[in-house]
Structures are given as structure tokens and as C-alpha cells.
């Protein structure tokens, strides 16, 4: 067709006329309310409906012959209504009124995402104004108080309880361990937690048990104690032929080895209990061996549980008496539901001598949570840290708040801190605030020599990244400074000579996860940095600073991960690094009762400049400035000398883009991938342009094509496809014809 074109594409939403249509409108209206008024300067108006006219005012000006006419909207003259029109005008005020309230009513009930799409535009019509400089490196929630150095904190006694050991009718044995010192092999406990005051005796009664508390509270003691005491005290004594008794389930390998540890101790006076686990990548065989000899407490991650209970004929459950399922929230949130289905089906399918008692434990309870509940538990006693209920069917939505309206707690001596930081000097604020926790902070009388620090972040990739940069890279130094000299390429050069640096996640082999876990326990100072695969029930001891650099993707996630300090009432710390663009999220962590104290960035930054010997080579230059542009420029050549590290910093940063858009739907408005600015964000990973993406490049392709050209494009490709497959089989006919006619020649 000549002269138009017909586009019967599906609408994508009102477009709203740009700044000139805008101008356009009002000057031929200003036009028509001109001619109108002729000499009289008034325009008349309809006696219907009262509207608004619009008067032109010249305005001279000051370097032009001529004038302009600045366009000004004033409201109309009331004009008297007649009798017909009065009943219509009253019943117009009352419907203005009507949608009036309906219009406040909507814009309260809508959320945040709707501010973030007027600021950002649509992908067919963005905002450039939304795409300012302002827009990544000023905050949007007002900070107050502001701290040049991190608070400190100090060790709390509220957890425990004013009960002892004795008067729970524990073991004298039991007693004894739990009394000895750690380094003579006990736990050094002189009383019970509060958790474990409640959760003891309800497990001796024989009752199902769901379990709620704070993170480093004791509760993993709290169930293998009764568990423990009933065990040791069967007559006539149990023997290792008789099976598994007792059965454990962790989401993680390393939280597997970790109540290993804590059994294996526990039950050291009773030669007669064997523990044991299987967890997936050790040897299935050396584990059946296991199973077939005997192993009376189990602990087991619930894909190889469920692997041994349908392959291995040898596993003996007939005499099981208990079932423990340890952080259940995190065995839901890493797909072990089928399996934990499974592993319940065929437990309840066997014939047991004596009724099994089912444990649930966790620090969160949400909806996933209470439907394991039910599905497992029978006749529950809820245990709280502070109060006991009991009910004759599992606990309801009315008794736990589920999900983003639970009030989360944590330990009381724990010292929150979040820290602003830009995309773009993210790395250098990270790599400053270790230097000076593990190197200066000792020296200042601040700690007692020894540090770890453990740090999160959100990718598998930005671990191996971070972990292979550090131990690449040294510090700074310049002539005439003060800094000792120190080994290039080491760790030790880059934060001090204090420990070294660890990393844990998924995708590690087994083997270098376990001797990774026991080094970082077994040493004085260091840096973990690691995935969520660290933030549930392992009890890293003396760690001083959680370090959150990319921010959770739940609530939930946020409060294991800061539980991994201030454990058994000791001291501890964490920081929060975020973003100015996601600064929102501290108002939603304080609905949550999660309250914060901010960090100075430029002061923390500059204090290591100041120990470091860094000198401005200007007074208009900050010291902080300095530290950060010489870290950036090191960081930078480093990636441009190793072209292995290069890859893995691209790798990393397509892997934190695509993990930044899975944060849950409560936060998902906060943390918005339009808000990132790629260029500062490829600074963050050491690289200077953000590297180029086949599909970010075909996404921002097509978002300016139209619906029918789209369309077209993925019809060529569908045919060009079917094309491609009957010449593939045309081909084939033509050479078995050949092959036959050959033959019967």
C-alpha cells in the first residue's frame, strides 16, 4: 500500500507524547482561543461543561523585534448555570470526587515497581532524564550518623539460660563433655542455652518437635543431647548390627561434617554408638561397606540418603527411632523437596518396632516450611527461644508469620553495618576494608591479633574471580613510605601478611571443600570468600566480620548469613555493601527489625591510604581518591597481563547480571537491572568497558524492530529450518538409492 502502512501490532501500553507534541498542542490551542476572542480578549465559554481557557500574555524580550507569547493556563470564569445544567454539574462533582478518592486510594496501594518504570521508561520508550549520573551515585533514602570507624562489640550472656546440665536429668557422662574444655576435646558449655532448656525435655517425652531459633544459638546440641541420652540409656545396649537408630538431614555437605564433628565428640564416653555420614561426592561403595557394617547416628544429605534407601539392600531402618531434618527452610530452597518426599514415603512404608519421633529445626519458619510440617510431623510442640506452644495439628499461618511479614531476629550482640558504595569502586572499598581489618586493626589494640573474616557473594564465578585476583595481585607502595616491604603476587602482600584467602561454593570438588573448611577453622586469621553454600548451620569459630558484598536475595538469607558471628554470645560484626540506587533496602530491613548503623566509605577508604603511605600529589585531591584510583589502575593492568583472568572477570560479570534479577519478588523493585550501570559495574570486576553479550546485543536489537518484522524474522528462521531437514533427508534417499543400485549391480 502507497503512502501508509498498516501496523496491526498488539498494543504495549499509553505512550505519553514527548516534550515537543507537548508544545506543539498548547500553541495551536493557544492559536484557537485567540482567534475565538477576537477583540474582546474572551473566549466563550460552553454552559455544559466548566473548562479551563488559556490566555496568551506577550512578553517582550530583551534582544528580539519581535514577541513571543509565553503560554499560561488559568482556570475558566465560573459562569452561572442554568437550571438544566446545575443537576449535570452537581453530578459531575460528585463523580470528580468519586474518582478522586479512587485515584488516592490506587496510588497508595501501588507499589514501587510503578515509580521505577515513570523513572526508567519502558524498553520501547526510556527515559534518558531516568539515566543520569545522579541516578547511580546518589542515594535515595536520606543517611544519618554516619560512622568514620565501626562499632564494637562485646559478648553476651542472654542466650544462655540460669538452668544446668544436672537439673535436666542428663547423663553424668554427657555432663562431663559437655564441661571439659575444648582443647581437652569437650565444648567448654557450663550451662544450657534457652532454646536447649525447652527443647531438651519435650525430645526425652517422645514428642514431635518444631524448633525456631536465632542463628548460633545451640540448636544443633539442643536435639543431639536427648538424642544422645535416650540412646545410651536402652537396655539391653544397642549394638551396631542393629542399624541406624537415629537419622540426621542437612542441605550442605560441609553442615554434614559439621554435626559429624559435634556427634562423634558428644558420644566419645559411649564406645557402643557409631556415628556416621554419606553425602554426595565420596565413594558409594566405601559407604555401603559402612551401611552394611552398621551405623547407629547418621547424618546424610537427602539426595544420597534417598540414592542408598532405594539401591542399598543392606541399609538397615527397621529400629530407627529418630528423624531430625536440620534447616529445613534451606533443604526446600535447594530443590530437596522431591527427595525429602521420597525419603518420608518409604520410611513411613517400613515396618518399624517403635514409633518414630520427627524433629524439625530451623532459624526461619515460612510456608514451605509449615507445609514439611505438616506433612511430617504428628501432634507438634512448637519451641520458640522464649515461649512453648503445643497444638494437636501443625503450627497455622496465625501462630508464624510466613515469609516477609515474619519479624526476624538475631543475635543480640551482634553489631550491624551497611556501607554506600558506588559500582564503581566497589572492588577498592572491598580490598580496603580487609587490608585494614587484618592488618591495622590489631595493631590499633582493636583486636586480639586474630581476624576472619568471612565474605558472601552472589555467583559461583565472582568466588573464583575475587579469590584468583587477590592472590594475584600486591599492594601498592611508593618511595620514601613507611609500609614494610613485602613478597609481589602473594597474599600476604595484599592485605597485610595476616592469614590467607579461602573459597568455598558448589562447584568445588568435594575433597578441596573439606580440607578448605578445616583450614579456614583450624587458622587464625584469613578471609573466606564464599557463596550461600556458608551461610546455614556451620559454626566457623572466631570469625569477627561478616562481609555481605552482594546483597541476598531473601531476608531470610541476610539473617544466616550474619549468624555465622556472635555465635555462643561471643562478639561479632557484619557490613552490608550496597549500592546509592539500592539505599530503599535499608527501609525494608528495618520493617524487618533488622536495624543498621552506616559506614563511612571515603573515611574507611583513607585510613588505609593514611597506614599505607599513600600522599596526594594535589591538596584538590581527597586521600581516598588517591587509594582508589591506584587500586583500580593495579587491578586493571593485572587483568590486562593475564588473559585467563580477563575471561573469568568477563564470566563473572555476565554471571552477578543475571543473578541480580533473581532477587524475590519483596526486594525485586529495589534491586532492578535498569538501575545498574554497566560501565560501573564492569569497573567493580576490574575491567574497563563492560564486556560485549551476543544476547544483550540481540535483546536491545529487537526492542526497536516492530511486532510484524519480529514476526517475520522467526518465520524465515522456522523455514529456513524445515528447509535444512528435507534437504538433510533428500541427501540421505539419494545416497541409499545409490547404495542399492550398486549393490544389485
Same mark, same amino acid.
Given at each position: ?86 443537576? =449535570? ?27 521505577? /518504570? ?140 559439621? %554435626? ?15 556415628? +556416621?555420614?554419606? %553425602? ?59 527427595? @525429602?518426599?521420597? %525419603? &518420608? ?5 517400613? =515396618? ?24 511430617? &510431623? ?8 522464649? =515461649? ?100 609481589? +603476587? ?43 553454600? /556458608? ?10 566480620? @561478616? ?24 562478639? +561479632? ?17 528495618? =520493617? ?55 575471561? &573469568? ?46 544476547? &544483550? ?25 524445515? /528447509? ?19 549393490? /544389485?549391480?
Amino acid at each position: 500500500m502507497d503512502g501508509f502502512s498498516l501496523n496491526i501490532a498488539a498494543s504495549s501500553g499509553t505512550r505519553k507524547p514527548t516534550k515537543k507534541k507537548n508544545t506543539f498542542r498548547a500553541k495551536q490551542q493557544a492559536k484557537r482561543a485567540k482567534s475565538k476572542a477576537g477583540k474582546t480578549g474572551k473566549v466563550q465559554q460552553k454552559p455544559q461543561k466548566p473548562t479551563t481557557k488559556v490566555e496568551a500574555v506577550k512578553v517582550e524580550a530583551a534582544s528580539e523585534s519581535y514577541e513571543e507569547e509565553e503560554l499560561k493556563v488559568v482556570p475558566a470564569e465560573p459562569q452561572e448555570p442554568t437550571e438544566d445544567v446545575e443537576p =449535570k454539574q452537581e453530578k459531575e462533582e460528585t463523580e470528580e470526587q468519586e474518582d478522586v478518592a479512587t485515584n488516592e486510594e490506587q496510588e497508595k496501594a501501588t507499589d514501587t515497581t510503578t515509580e521505577k /518504570a515513570k523513572a526508567f521508561g519502558t524498553r520501547r520508550n526510556p527515559n534518558k532524564e531516568g539515566y543520569t549520573v545522579e541516578t547511580f551515585t546518589q542515594s535515595r533514602v536520606k543517611i544519618d550518623n554516619v560512622l568514620s570507624k565501626p562499632l564494637t562489640s562485646s559478648e553476651s550472656q542472654k542466650i544462655f539460660a540460669a538452668d544446668t546440665f544436672e537439673s535436666m536429668e542428663m547423663a553424668e557422662k554427657l555432663v562431663n563433655v559437655l564441661k571439659k574444655d575444648a582443647d581437652s576435646g569437650g565444648f567448654g558449655f557450663a550451662q544450657p542455652t534457652n532454646v536447649q532448656v525447652h527443647t531438651i525435655p519435650s525430645v526425652l517425652t517422645g514428642n514431635d518437635i518444631l524448633v525456631k531459633s536465632e542463628t548460633g544459638s545451640g540448636k544443633t546440641l539442643s536435639y543431639l543431647l536427648p538424642i544422645v541420652q535416650k540412646l545410651q540409656a536402652v537396655s539391653p545396649r544397642i549394638q551396631r548390627q542393629d542399624g541406624c537408630m537415629a537419622l540426621v538431614l542437612a542441605p550442605t555437605r560441609e553442615l554434614c561434617t559439621q %554435626i559429624l564433628e559435634t556427634a562423634c565428640k558428644l558420644i566419645k564416653p559411649f564406645v557402643f554408638l557409631v556415628p +556416621g555420614a554419606i %553425602i554426595g561426592g565420596e565413594k558409594k561403595k566405601a559407604e555401603k561397606a559402612r551401611l552394611r557394617r552398621g551405623i547407629t547416628i547418621l547424618i546424610a544429605t537427602p539426595g544420597r540418603l534417598a540414592d542408598h534407601l532405594v539401591n542399598t539392600q543392606s541399609f538397615d531402618y527397621s529400629k530407627l527411632q529418630f528423624l531430625v531434618l536440620d534447616e529445613a527452610d534451606r533443604l526446600l530452597d535447594m530443590g530437596f523437596e522431591k527427595q @525429602i518426599t521420597q %525419603i &518420608l514415603t518409604i520410611l513411613d512404608g517400613k =515396618k518399624a518396632s517403635q514409633k518414630r519421633q520427627n524433629i524439625l529445626v530451623s532459624a526461619t519458619i515460612n510456608s514451605g516450611v509449615q507445609q514439611l510440617a505438616k506433612m511430617s &510431623l504428628s501432634n507438634p510442640v512448637l519451641i520458640d527461644a522464649d =515461649k512453648v506452644t503445643s497444638g494437636a495439628e501443625a503450627p497455622s499461618a496465625s501462630e508464624i508469620k510466613p515469609g516477609s511479614q515474619e519479624k526476624f531476629s538475631t543475635p543480640h550482640q551482634l553489631v550491624q553495618h551497611f556501607m554506600l558504595v558506588p559500582a564503581k569502586a566497589r572492588l577498592c572499598a572491598l580490598t580496603c576494608f580487609l587490608r585494614e581489618e587484618l592488618r591495622y586493626a590489631p595493631r590499633a589494640g582493636q583486636r586480639d591479633g586474630k581476624c576472619k573474616i568471612v565474605v558472601f557473594l552472589s555467583t559461583c564465578d565472582a568466588v573464583d574471580f575475587h579469590y584468583a585476583l587477590f592472590r594475584k595481585c600486591a599492594w601498592p607502595t611508593i618511595k620514601g613510605s613507611s609500609e614494610e616491604p613485602e613478597n609481589e +603476587g602473594s597474599v600476604a602482600s595484599l592485605f597485610g601478611g595476616q592469614g590467607a584467602v579461602f573459597r568455598l561454593h558448589g562447584n568445588i570438588p568435594q575433597q578441596e571443600r573439606v580440607s578448605t573448611f578445616k583450614n579456614f577453622c583450624s587458622s587464625s586469621s584469613g578471609v573466606l570468600l564464599c557463596t550461600d553454600v /556458608a551461610a546455614r548451620g556451620l559454626n566457623l569459630p572466631t570469625v569477627k566480620w @561478616i562481609v555481605q558484598y552482594d546483597p541476598p536475595t531473601e531476608t531470610r538469607d541476610y539473617v544466616h548469613r550474619v549468624g555465622r558471628t556472635a555465635r555462643s554470645g561471643k562478639q +561479632g560484626s557484619s557490613l552490608l555493601f550496597l549500592m546509592p540506587s539500592e539505599s530503599e533496602y535499608l527501609d525494608y530491613l528495618s =520493617k524487618q527489625n533488622l536495624k543498621l548503623n552506616a559506614l563511612s566509605l571515603e573515611k574507611t577508604v583513607a585510613r588505609v591510604g593514611k597506614y599505607g603511605g599513600f600522599a596526594t600529589s594535589s591538596r584538590k585531591k581527597l586521600m581516598h581518591e588517591v587509594v582508589q584510583s591506584d587500586l583500580q589502575f593495579l587491578y586493571e593492568q593485572t587483568l590486562l597481563a593475564d588473559k585467563e583472568l580477563f575471561e &573469568l572477570a568477563c564470566q563473572s560479570f555476565h554471571s552477578f547480571v543475571r543473578s541480580y534479577a533473581t532477587h524475590s519478588s519483596d526486594t525485586r523493585q529495589i534491586f532492578h537491572v535498569r538501575s545498574l550501570h554497566f560501565g560501573h559495574v564492569a569497573k567493580s570486576f576490574a575491567l574497563r568497558d563492560p564486556p560485549a553479550s551476543s544476547k &544483550l546485543r540481540d535483546t536491545g536489537r529487537n526492542a526497536k524492530k516492530g511486532t510484524l518484522h519480529k514476526r517475520k524474522e522467526r518465520e524465515d528462521k522456522q523455514q529456513a529450518v524445515v /528447509a535444512k531437514r528435507n534437504k538433510k533427508m533428500r541427501d540421505e534417499k539419494r545416497r541409499y538409492a545409490q547404495y542399492v543400485s550398486e549393490f /544389485a549391480d
